[in-house]
């Protein structure tokens, strides 16, 4: 039975529960947009509950999503990451445009949901990413994002964790935050218990207390291909070794794992965060996938696409032509975004409406069957009460002595730390 919220208690989250930067930019509006931490709330509250963080790489994806959520009467997180929409971008949908977009099609489309906006994976490989995002971030909340991921994950152990610390400041304090330890390289370089514990310890002796923690637990960022996927039992150890800092999971990567494999990420770990990406894309376009997500390949070992579904085969025609203009892969169809956003949305309604529809459905059956996400708007409304604010109190306190987590004794802790970090090279986020 669907649980439904007043209408008192909604306008009453409406008033006290938008942070400021969303007030400032919709000042009439009625989209309850929230902070990432009013998400992770909700889903604690509801227990062995994660939401979808919808990776909106194009108009489609993000209305299909939300109109999921709300159908769903559950939470949800829109986000785009740096390399699908920071400065050098392959979306139409980007840091400074997501938050902006979310709130009219709220408004259009009547979601009374609880909506967070994620700017996903902001990556930091090299210290001069540090003096750009002095500059970034503080722009990216400016237009509306309620939520990060500072991914510093490609550089050693206590480079993280120091890029982290640097960068906090910036971040405004009721935001939600998430952090990351190991690069996404699926069965290969694996994150570990000691790993995580260093960076959630150090943040920890600063007090700065993360949401989410981000880990390279077996999957791959793209469709995952092969079998090996997220292996269950190694994020339910870290995040059982995290316990003391309350921290929640954020799992990466999981289009194209099965619907069971997620079922026990969320009933058996504390993940409350599931990014989706590569799929919404597919799904929206039209393309033949399976009941993972994963686009299919037809015997010439290109995308199929289904008739009648997502865009018009005229349109699907072009694209195809376009790409194989630029030589690019089934991998790189992904930079199609960028180029065809208005040539997508110049269709008919009956078709731009359709490319909606099955986002919609798809998102609709991972929220209520697979993540165990329904309901969980009421949640977030009644965490939002009882605060009587936007912002969310930290679920962790201090334990850690700051003493011991100077940047010296951080890199000399750091030298204890002895995994396997896998293949170097420059991953994808």
């Excluded at 008192?8 to 409406?14: H, I, P, S």
């Excluded at 740096?82 to 840091?95: H, I, T």
């Excluded at 994620?118 to 930091?124: E, L, Q, R």
């Excluded at 085969?313 to 065809?340: C, D, H, P, Q, R």
């Amino acid at each position: 039975m669907t649980v439904s919220t007043s209408r008192a208690d909604f306008d009453k989250a409406l008033q006290v529960g938008r942070p400021p930067n969303i007030t400032r930019l919709f000042p009439n509006s009625r989209a309850l947009i929230v902070s990432g931490k009013v998400i992770d709330r909700a889903l604690l509250a509801k227990d062995k509950s994660m939401t979808i963080a919808a990776n909106g790489r194009n108009s489609f994806v993000i209305r299909g999503a939300l109109m999921a959520a709300q159908r769903a009467n559950a939470t949800i997180i829109i986000e785009i990451a740096k390399s699908e929409g920071g400065a050098n971008a392959y979306c139409p949908v980007n840091y400074w445009n997501m938050a902006r977009q979310v709130d009219a099609f709220c408004n259009e489309l009547n979601i009374t949901v609880p909506v967070a906006i994620h700017a996903d994976h902001y990556g930091i490989k090299k210290e001069k990413d540090i003096v750009q995002a002095r500059t970034e971030i503080p722009s990216m909340f400016d237009a509306g994002i309620t939520s990060i991921a500072i991914d510093a994950s490609h550089m050693a152990d206590d480079e993280n964790l120091l890029a982290n610390l640097a960068l906090n400041p910036l971040i405004p304090s009721w935001a939600g935050l998430e952090t990351e330890v190991g690069e996404i390289k699926g069965k290969e370089g694996l994150s570990s218990p000691a790993e995580a514990l260093f960076l959630i310890q150090g943040l920890n002796a600063h007090s700065i207390f993360p949401d989410w923690i981000a880990l390279n637990n077996g999957t791959t960022h793209g469709i995952e291909a092969s079998s090996q996927g997220i292996q269950v039992d190694l994020t339910a150890r870290i995040h059982k070794a995290l316990t003391p800092y309350h921290i929640s999971g954020a799992q990466h990567g999981t289009s194209g794992n099965s619907s069971d494999r997620l079922r026990e990420i969320a009933a058996q770990t504390n993940t409350t965060k599931a990014n989706v990406a590569t799929a919404l894309q597919m799904i929206s376009w039209g393309l033949e996938v399976n009941d993972y997500g994963n686009a299919l390949l037809n015997e010439q070992g290109t995308f199929s696409k289904v008739p009648n579904a997502g865009m018009s085969e005229s349109m699907w025609v072009e694209m195809v032509t376009y790409a194989e203009e630029k030589g690019w892969k089934i991998g790189n169809y992904k930079n199609l975004n960028l180029a065809f956003e208005n040539k997508l949305l110049s269709q008919p309604k009956e078709i731009r409406d359709r490319m909606s529809k099955r986002v919609e459905e798809f998102v609709y059956n991972l929220l209520v069957n697979v993540f165990n996400a329904g309901d969980t708007a009421p949640l977030a409304i009644t965490e939002i009460l009882k605060a009587g604010s936007y912002a969310m109190a930290p679920k962790a306190r201090c334990i850690e002595d700051p003493s011991q987590w100077t940047p010296e004794k951080i890199r000399l802790r750091a030298r204890s730390i002895n995994t396997d970090k896998g293949p170097a090279g420059n991953f994808d986020d």
